[in-house]
């Protein structure tokens, strides 16, 4: 199985909120690789094409008044594509990456998100021809309406 990591998920400078408590992805990450069996891959940030495939020039826009937050998110977003590419090929694959992105929608986010990567993952593949329709689970407490919302 691979994970989807990036040492700058460690950051905790982008944010002030539950996702970026310090601490948070080195628990994360210390449970899983010391399981072992797994290959930790790396990845580049989301390109602002990817970006545009579920969000709003604005919501862009907006993301970037804050450099650090739109780094990271652009991080978080290129992990969840290639994630998905790596699904697609039928190979197990788990992201451990932040931002969260589940509250993200076209024009706005909420609830520590900022990009819906997710969203635009299945978006690149269906881009790209590879999917026509995706069955997302989502177990947060409450729902995904930023996937929902780029989809819609
Ligand atoms: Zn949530």
Do not use: Q
Not at 128 to 149: E, M
């Amino acid at each position: 199985m691979k994970i989807v990591f990036y040492e700058d998920f460690k950051r905790t400078d982008y944010a002030a909120d539950g996702a970026s408590v310090p601490g948070r992805m080195e628990r994360i990450m210390d449970a899983l690789v010391g399981e072992g069996g797994y290959d930790v891959v790396s990845h580049e940030p989301a390109s602002s094409g990817d970006l545009s495939l579920a969000h709003s020039k604005t919501h862009i826009a907006g993301i970037t008044k804050d450099m650090k937050l739109f780094e990271m998110a652009s991080l978080s977003a290129g992990g969840a594509i290639l994630a998905s590419e790596i699904a697609f090929k039928k190979e197990p694959v788990f992201a451990c990456i932040r931002p969260p992105g589940h509250h993200a929608s076209k024009n706005s986010s909420w609830g520590y998100c900022a990009f819906c990567n997710m969203g635009i993952a299945l978006l690149k593949l269906r881009e790209k021809g590879l999917i026509k329709s995706a069955f997302v689970l989502d177990f947060d407490a409450h729902t995904g309406d930023g996937t929902l919302d780029v989809h819609s």
